[in-house]
């Protein structure tokens, strides 16, 4: 099913959405992770009337979000209480953590309390998280998000939801502010699978787009005539109409404010190790996108990792001088 959220109508009988919709005015949202992409997302919810409480362990970004006008806890139990609950949080060792065990959340909200994660997990993780919920009576849907920070300040993410129907349904109203488009993938676990897929081809696609542009300027073009190439002709993608990776060229892209992230190098890895593993568990074959993972793991290794996954290119630019240097040596030898 894909709901274009201006189309409502279209798919609901008028009357229950507008009913909804007044159901979830001023809703107790509780929202754990408000890092790059998690705060930008709340802000859309407490702008739409919302109560939004944050709920952030680390002190740099819950000021921030104090100073964007969030009341913030650092303790989870915080989030007992609320109605609905999201987390946008880096891993699935942190998302695990946050709602399973008896320490977890799980264990201490009300029945029907509705628990939606927006992280890119993998899909076992997702389904486990899925199953404990049923048990405790909780609502669990897996609903990552595509459109980056640019995306998430816009509101303009395309969710992609696993998860039961009517729950997705009863939620859409709270979606729609942060989203542009949002499509139920499937059952449990279909979400982040989508996900998964998703950031092994924008991963790919990243990274044979710096090896590309560092090529093009080391055989002599001028990188700005070939994004204007580029874009007419059959390589024009979003990573180069978006994330160009040399600076100077695409004025919002990460790489012109000094690859400030953006989407992080070290998230890159995490998520292209999500799809090896897929690939593995489903015996498919992943061998361009493990040849990606390692250029990427490379860059995090060698202090790329807390950048924007773009400073690949920078990585790239060292690994070429460096390849350089000892050719010139070799040669003088
Ligand atoms: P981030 O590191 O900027 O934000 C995550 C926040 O969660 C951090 O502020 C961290 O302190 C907080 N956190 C971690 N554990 C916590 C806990 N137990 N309690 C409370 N807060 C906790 O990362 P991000 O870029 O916002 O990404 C978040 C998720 O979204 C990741 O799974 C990522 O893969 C996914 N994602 C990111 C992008 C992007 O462009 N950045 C795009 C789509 C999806």
């Not at 894909?2 to 009357?15: C, P, Q, T």
């Not at 739409?48 to 944050?54: E, I, Q």
């Not at 978006?242 to 890895?269: E, H, N, Q």
């Not at 493990?290 to 250029?295: D, K, M, S, V």
Request: a negative charge; one cysteine or more; hydrophobic letters at 45%.
């Amino acid at each position: 099913m894909s709901v274009h959220l201006n189309d409502l109508e279209r798919h609901h009988d008028h009357a229950v959405v507008r009913c909804r919709s007044k159901e979830w005015n001023m809703t107790q949202i509780a929202w754990i992770g408000l890092g790059r992409m998690g705060l930008p997302m709340a802000s859309h919810l407490k702008a739409a009337g919302h109560d939004v409480l944050g709920i952030e362990n680390y002190a740099a970004a819950a000021e921030r979000a104090r100073a964007a006008g969030f009341a913030v806890s650092e303790t989870l139990e915080a989030a007992n209480g609320a109605e609905v609950i999201f987390s946008m949080l880096p891993t699935a060792a942190d998302v695990r953590s946050v709602y399973l065990g008896a320490d977890g959340l799980f264990a201490s909200l009300r029945p029907g309390t509705i628990v939606v994660d927006s992280s890119t997990i993998d899909v076992a993780t997702a389904r486990l998280l899925a199953e404990d919920a049923a048990a405790h009576q909780l609502r669990f849907l897996d609903a990552p998000v595509s459109g980056g920070v640019k995306g998430a300040e816009a509101a303009t993410l395309t969710f992609m939801v696993g998860g039961d129907k009517d729950t997705l349904e009863a939620v859409m109203p709270i979606l729609e502010p942060m989203s542009g488009r949002v499509i139920s993938a499937g059952g449990a676990g279909t979400g982040q699978a989508a996900k998964i897929v998703n950031n092994m081809i924008m991963g790919v696609s990243t990274a044979a787009t710096c090896e590309g542009i560092l090529l093009a300027q080391r055989i002599g073009l001028d990188p700005s005539v070939f994004f204007e190439i580029a874009t007419t002709s059959t390589c024009d993608s979003w990573v180069i109409r978006t994330l160009f990776p040399a600076p100077g060229i695409v004025a919002t892209a990460p790489s012109s404010d000094g690859y400030a992230a953006g989407f992080m190098t070290k998230l890159m890895v995490k998520d292209l190790a999500l799809a090896v593993e897929a690939a593995k568990q489903t015996a498919t074959p992943a061998t361009v996108t493990e040849t990606a993972l390692a250029a990427y793991a490379d860059a995090m290794n060698n202090g790329f990792g807390e950048l924007d996954c773009t400073s690949l290119y920078l990585s790239m630019s060292e690994i070429a001088d460096e390849m350089a240097r000892t050719a010139d040596s070799q040669a003088s030898a």
